[in-house]
């Protein structure tokens, strides 16, 4: 995390991210919400630095290298809720419609990019 950046909550589920980042993605889950008719499911948010080496340890593969992910910065979300999958009408949805509020699916996490995530988004601002 950014020294001195603060990180706020934005789900029931206890989850938080840097305040701008959390801001944003709730008026992308109120949008959602009015789309599907709940908002959006998370499954992950803002990693401590210990929860990033633990990640990593147990899913090499999956994991980015300790210090070097969105997730560590209060920047990037996994999402459930189809989502996750491909081609699913929620994803197409997030696809057309997360980058007016700031938020991306990166490159690297689209199909063919490389190291396949549907559910991994984050947020630029």
């Known amino acids: 995390m950014i020294p001195g950046?603060?990180?706020?909550?934005?789900?029931?589920?206890?989850?938080?991210l840097r305040c701008d980042a959390a801001q944003a993605y709730r008026a992308l889950s109120?949008?959602?919400a009015r789309r599907f008719g709940e908002p959006l499911c998370v499954t992950d948010?803002?990693?401590?630095?210990?929860?990033?080496?633990d990640l990593y340890r147990r899913k090499p593969a999956l994991a980015a290298v300790p210090g070097t992910s969105n997730h560590g910065w209060g920047l990037a979300v996994d999402l459930c809720g189809g989502v996750?999958?491909?081609g699913t009408p929620a994803h197409r949805w997030m696809r057309a419609n997360a980058?007016?509020?700031g938020w991306v699916h990166p490159a690297w996490a689209r199909?063919?990019?490389g190291r396949e995530e549907p559910w991994h988004w984050e947020y630029t601002g």
Not at 5 to 16: D, K, N, Q, R, S
């Open 99 to 101: 980058p007016a509020l």
């Open 45 to 53: 948010s803002y990693r401590t630095f210990d929860a990033q080496v």
């Open 5 to 16: 950046a603060a990180l706020c909550p934005f789900g029931p589920e206890g989850h938080v």
């Open 84 to 86: 996750e999958s491909f």
């Open 30 to 32: 109120e949008r959602f």
């Open 111 to 113: 199909q063919g990019g």
